[in-house]
Nanobody
Framework: QVQLVESGGGLVQPGGSLRLSCAAS????????MGWYRQAPGKQRELVAT???????NYPDSMKGRFTISRENAKNTVYLQMNSLKPEDTAVYYC??????????WGQGTQVTVSS
């Protein structure tokens, strides 16, 4: 049973923007704080942003300023707006609960490639 589906990734030039979406089953979306994570080639998966059920957001210091997480409760969807993208933002982006993420919920993710 697929419960989290990420979309919206792609190839973008440095300085560009993307908005990622994560469609969640209601049983998850209505209960948990949600988060976006990313994993770059050869690196560990890292947290990008979190948002509570009530919409309170939090970002690791390294992610502040260019990324914005939001949620649309009516659609059971979490978004990640990414601006001023850099080549080092290249990674597979995932959504999951936070914290901690649940192993059973890791999906395929969506690939973001920042390159000229």
């Amino acid at each position: 049973q697929v419960q989290l589906v990420e979309s919206g990734g792609g190839l973008v030039q440095p300085g560009g923007s993307l908005r990622l979406s994560c469609a969640a089953s209601r049983s998850i979306f209505s209960i948990y704080t949600m988060g976006w994570y990313r994993q770059a080639p050869g690196k560990q998966r890292e947290l990008v942003a979190t948002i509570t059920i009530r919409g309170r957001t939090n970002y690791p210091d390294s992610m502040k300023g260019r990324f914005t997480i939001s949620r649309e409760n009516a659609k059971n969807t979490v978004y990640l707006q990414m601006n001023s993208l850099k080549p080092e933002d290249t990674a597979v982006y995932y959504c999951n609960t936070a914290p901690p993420p649940q192993e059973r919920l890791w999906g395929q993710g969506t690939q973001v490639t920042v390159s000229s």
